[in-house]
């Protein structure tokens, strides 16, 4: 059995905002958004940022590809016309920072799983 077996697959859609660099005012800028398959997890864990500090999260994602930490995720389509946006920051309550990114492989060292921490 699979890890994604285990959690029932990759059952949801989610909006994910790829960080495609930093404008001339230091802004960071993101690539149109992407519909993506993953299974969303709501969940609060303390979670220690880069700088340290503990938040808490909103939820916990499995995906099924590399991630950066700083990107962001919105569950559900906001992608379509009307809610197209290139910036997450305009969709607050929806879209949430990549807190944490993990990859690791599996025992058989056949395939990798990657889970993001919101």
């Known amino acids: 059995m699979t890890n994604m077996q285990f959690?029932?697959?990759?059952?949801?859609?989610?909006t994910y905002w790829q960080?495609?660099?930093?404008?001339?005012?230091?802004?960071?800028?993101?690539s149109n958004p992407?519909?993506?398959?993953v299974h969303w997890s709501d969940r609060t864990d303390?979670?220690?940022?880069?700088?340290?500090e503990e938040t808490p999260s909103k939820a916990t994602v499995f995906v099924q590809q590399d991630m950066q930490v700083g990107e962001y995720l919105a569950l559900g389509d906001f992608t379509a016309?009307?809610?197209?946006?290139?910036d997450p920051l305009?969709?607050?309550?929806?879209?949430f920072q990549i807190l944490q990114y993990m990859?690791?492989?599996?025992?058989?060292?056949?395939?990798?799983?990657?889970?993001?921490v919101l």
């Open 7 to 14: 959690y029932g697959g990759y059952v949801q859609q989610a």
């Open 19 to 30: 960080l495609s660099g930093v404008d001339g005012y230091g802004k960071r800028v993101f």
């Open 34 to 37: 992407i519909l993506i398959d």
């Open 46 to 52: 303390l979670v220690i940022k880069k700088d340290q």
């Open 81 to 86: 016309t009307g809610n197209l946006t290139s």
């Open 90 to 95: 305009a969709i607050p309550e929806q879209a």
């Open 103 to 116: 990859k690791n492989i599996s025992m058989m060292g056949d395939a990798h799983f990657r889970s993001v």
